[in-house]
């Protein structure tokens, strides 16, 4: 049963240009939301969060949007810089309880 | 160290064999976690400790996995008569507080291969 989905495996992007990486959740009880970056050989890195009671959170050049009606969460780069290149995971929770993870999207931004 | 500090990085094991992999979280951390990413998967919830209590444990596989976190600080992961199909990066997390309220911190994982 897989509760948070990340339905593109890969995306490529142009250097400059907006990167839209994008993520499902079935469990309406999911309260809290995340976008991870991984590189090869490290752990993931947190990079935004974004709590149900919002609709968007923004830091520099990261956005995140929350659509709960459609149980969607997407999260925007721009511009997106080839430093970028990297495997993106979005992770959901309840308060307390366990942070699922998506299957991740491997973001390719080409110079 | 700052970070969340995992080891071995790598560990290479006959099937059949035990393993003990290591996580050594941030310190002041009360919460610890455990994923496992297989190839080309995402990460895979295995346990959970706030303290060192283990409130969820519902994704250990199976009974020849179990772990333990002792003074709220170090963790250990043991695969019991390890098998094949428990190759993957073995990856610990640690956060100030509990989901919901702070981010996880992963550490660098184990590669575990079991030939």
């Known amino acids: 049963d897989q509760q948070v989905k990340q339905n593109s495996p890969s995306l490529s992007v142009q250097e400059g240009r907006i990167s839209i990486l994008n993520c499902d959740y079935t469990?309406?009880?999911?309260?809290?939301f995340l976008w991870y970056k991984k590189y090869p050989a490290e752990g993931p890195t947190f990079l935004i969060s974004?709590?149900?009671?919002?609709d968007k959170n923004e830091d520099g050049r990261f956005t995140v949007f929350l659509n709960k009606s459609a149980k969607h969460l997407s999260l925007h780069i721009v511009p997106s810089q080839p430093g970028d290149s990297a495997v993106y995971f979005c992770?959901?929770?309840?308060?307390?309880?366990?942070?699922?993870f998506g299957q991740g999207t491997e973001l390719s931004v080409k110079p | 160290g700052a970070g969340v500090s995992q080891s071995p990085s790598n560990k290479v094991t006959e099937k059949g064999k035990d393993v003990e992999l290591r996580c050594d979280p941030i310190s002041g951390h009360t919460a610890l976690y455990w994923y496992r990413q297989r190839l080309g998967q995402g990460l895979e919830f295995l346990i959970y400790?706030?303290?060192?209590?283990?409130?969820?444990k519902s994704g250990l596989p199976s009974d020849r996995f179990s772990a333990e976190r002792t003074g709220e600080s170090v963790s250990t992961l043991t695969i019991q008569r390890t098998q094949q199909e428990d190759s993957a990066v073995y990856l610990c997390a640690s956060s100030l507080g509990r989901v919901g309220n702070s981010p996880l911190h992963f550490g660098n994982g184990t590669r575990l291969t079991v030939t």
């Open positions: 469990n309406s009880m999911f309260d809290y």
């Open positions: 400790f706030q303290g060192n209590s283990a409130p969820d």
């Open positions: 992770a959901a929770s309840r308060v307390a309880g366990k942070l699922i």
């Open positions: 974004i709590s149900s009671i919002k």
